[in-house]
């Protein structure tokens, strides 16, 4: 049988793995909003089916919820942004990059996890080989979405340790999972009918199969962390989370032609040393 440690190590993998499915699947779109408003909505759909399974969570679960769904929504809408300002090479390696540095460094201030200095040292690994995938081409708005981008890696930091709280404290990681993507499924369709219309539904109805590929691995790799989370500390969790860009440059090179390149090479080495420097300290 799996030790603890070993099971949310294994956990989170396949959470990176399904993470970088749906990114892919948002990439692909030709329409990037409406990629997510269909994500989200099939989402809210899995997460409706679920509703008679669990019950409602306790109050103060609903404020950790409420707060976190603010702050995801900030992030996305804050993600979008960035990519208008920059290309894919600027702004997903801040994105992913900061959050666990930002996780590592709160997390002893929140849940008063101590990290040892080979741990931290791997996190620093981790984090440092995806900002590495960052391009050195500065393009005119390159300040707007390195800007963008970082504040939405310290969104992603915020709701991980929100969420966190939110999903130690409700009855069950299938309670909160369920609660949280009903009530955080809502925002970005809403925000996308406001600013396209019908052109979201006739996208819906061009793209619902790819959508309910997204929305399937969107649902299931998020609670696939939270578990995790249940089980190990949430700085090693969110630090083995962000293999999924690894991943997404993977799948990149195999489904979307991208060069995979010596300098992505590079970068998944230093994130594999700083994932197995994580499992020997264990």
């Not at 909003?33 to 103060?60: Q, R, Y």
């Not at 996890?113 to 081409?137: D, F, K, N, P, Q």
């Not at 009918?193 to 006739?202: A, D, Q, S, Y």
Request: glycine share 8%; aromatic share 8%; charged share 10%.
């Amino acid at each position: 049988m799996l030790a603890t440690h070993d099971l949310a190590t294994l956990v989170v993998l396949l959470s990176a793995l399904m993470h970088a499915s749906w990114n892919a699947v948002i990439k692909a779109g030709s329409d990037r909003l409406s990629s997510m408003a269909l994500v989200d909505g099939v989402a809210f759909c899995f997460s409706i089916a679920l509703l008679p399974l669990v019950s409602p969570p306790p109050l103060v679960v609903w404020g950790l919820i409420g707060l976190s769904v603010v702050v995801n929504t900030l992030y996305r809408l804050l993600l979008i942004r960035a990519y208008h300002y920059g290309d894919f090479g600027q702004v997903y390696p801040v994105v992913r990059g900061l959050p666990p540095l930002l996780v590592a460094l709160s997390a002893g201030l929140v849940f008063g996890e101590h990290l040892s200095s080979a741990m931290l040292l791997g996190i620093v690994l981790i984090s440092l080989g995806i900002l590495s995938l960052l391009s050195t081409r500065l393009e005119s708005n390159a300040l707007k979405a390195l800007g963008c981008a970082a504040l939405a890696g310290a969104g992603v930091a915020l709701y991980t340790l929100i969420d966190a709280q939110g999903v130690r404290r409700a009855d069950s990681v299938l309670q909160f999972v369920v609660y949280l993507t009903l009530m955080q499924s809502m925002t970005i369709p809403v925000v996308a009918w406001m600013r396209r219309g019908p052109l979201v539904l006739r996208f819906a109805r061009d793209n619902w199969r790819i959508g309910l590929f997204g929305g399937f691995n969107y649902c299931v790799a998020y609670g696939l962390v939270l578990f995790a989370m249940t089980l190990d500390n949430v700085a090693k969790v969110a630090a083995l989370r962000e293999s999924s860009v690894i991943i997404a440059a993977i799948i990149a090179s195999l489904v979307f032609k991208e060069p995979f390149g010596i300098r992505r090479i590079l970068a998944a080495c230093v994130v594999t040393a700083g994932i197995l420097l994580i499992k020997m300290v264990d």
